[in-house]
């Protein structure tokens, strides 16, 4: 009896606090059209800031990691580095590290 309490408040420690990868769209975000690899033709995408952050529940608390810059297809949400013709026009922080 005890040892399953102990076991559901690991359970729920887990549950409730975590590390995850969050993607935002900014401000500035670029999006156009590339050749997407997963759906092997011409579609939409979207720029987006990468951070690993401490979670409780699916909240970020505080950053931990930094990912750079993606961009993710709008059809099957596949994230991508973002190509090098692309580049130059990211937004002004993704910018700034490539130079
Ligand atoms: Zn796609």
């Known amino acids: ?3 399953s309490a102990v076991l559901i ?4 420690f887990i549950i409730v ?6 993607f935002r769209v900014l401000r500035d975000s670029w999006s156009g059209m ?3 690899p997963d759906c092997a033709c011409s579609r939409a995408f979207l ?6 952050a401490f979670t409780l529940y699916w909240w970020p608390l505080f950053r931990t990691e930094e990912g750079g810059h993606v961009v993710e297809c709008m059809h099957c949400q596949g994230r991508f580095y973002p ?6 026009y990211l937004s002004a922080a993704a910018s700034s590290l490539s130079s």
């Not at 408040?9 to 729920?12: G, P, S, W």
């Not at 606090?17 to 969050?22: A, E, N, S, V």
């Not at 720029?47 to 690993?52: G, S």
């Open 83 to 88: 190509p090098e013709e692309v580049r130059p």
């Open 9 to 12: 408040v690991k359970l729920a």
């Open 47 to 52: 720029e987006k800031r990468a951070f690993k």
């Open 1 to 3: 009896m005890r040892r």
């Open 34 to 36: 590339l050749s997407c």
């Open 17 to 22: 606090l975590g590390m995850r990868w969050h």
